[in-house]
């Protein structure tokens, strides 16, 4: 059984941390999207996607590389991402708002989504730098807790 993870984060490396305790769980790769091939992905029975949200969606490097993959029928995949919103409005539902755009294009390709994560995560966009940002230190130790309970639960669905 192989895993997977195609991340991308460069504001505050907050979603890396997620993905790295993903993969620590599942003994998955880690890769970034310039830096996977399409149809590479195909030699992996579950493949996760994260990034920071930006403009309410993933990154496009995200979106591009979905775009760009093969039909996939039947195979698993996972979305995850961190956002900048203030923590106690980050519902489960703000989450999968966000995540839409590429559940639809990984829908659209026959993959299989079982499961989705989000969290909150240090944003310090545009004005906000002035104020210090919000969600310092964000993920913090509980949400990486939950990160890999969620982690855990992708490993049953596994094969
Ligand atoms: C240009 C830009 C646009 C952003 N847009 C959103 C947004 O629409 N919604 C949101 O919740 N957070 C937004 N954020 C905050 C990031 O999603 C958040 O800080 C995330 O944790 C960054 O992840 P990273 O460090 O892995 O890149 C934005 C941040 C930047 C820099």
């Known amino acids: 059984m192989r895993a997977l993870i195609v991340v991308f984060s460069y504001h505050h490396k907050n979603t890396e941390a997620v993905a790295r305790v993903i993969a620590k769980a599942l003994g998955a790769d ?7 091939k399409p149809t590479d992905l195909a030699m992996y029975d579950l493949v996760g996607f994260g990034s ?4 309410a969606k993933h990154h496009p490097s995200v979106l591009q590389l979905a775009d ?5 029928k039947g195979k698993k995949a996972f979305i ?8 106690f409005a980050v519902s489960n539902r703000f989450i999968r ?9 990984l829908l659209a390709k ?19 730098r002035f104020f210090g940002g919000i969600n310092r230190g964000r993920p913090n130790a509980a949400d990486l807790e939950r990160t890999k309970a ?10």
Do not use: W
């Open 68 to 72: 760009r993959l093969p039909e996939a």
């Open 150 to 159: 969620f982690a855990e639960g992708l490993a049953h669905t596994r094969g």
């Open 97 to 105: 708002s966000n995540h839409s755009a590429l559940r639809e294009k």
């Open 80 to 87: 995850f991402s961190t956002c900048g919103l203030f923590a």
């Open 52 to 55: 920071g949200i930006y403009d």
């Open 110 to 128: 026959g993959y299989e989504v079982v499961g989705e994560f989000g969290c909150p995560g240090f944003n310090t966009n545009v004005f906000l």
């Open 30 to 36: 880690v890769v970034a999207p310039k830096d996977v």
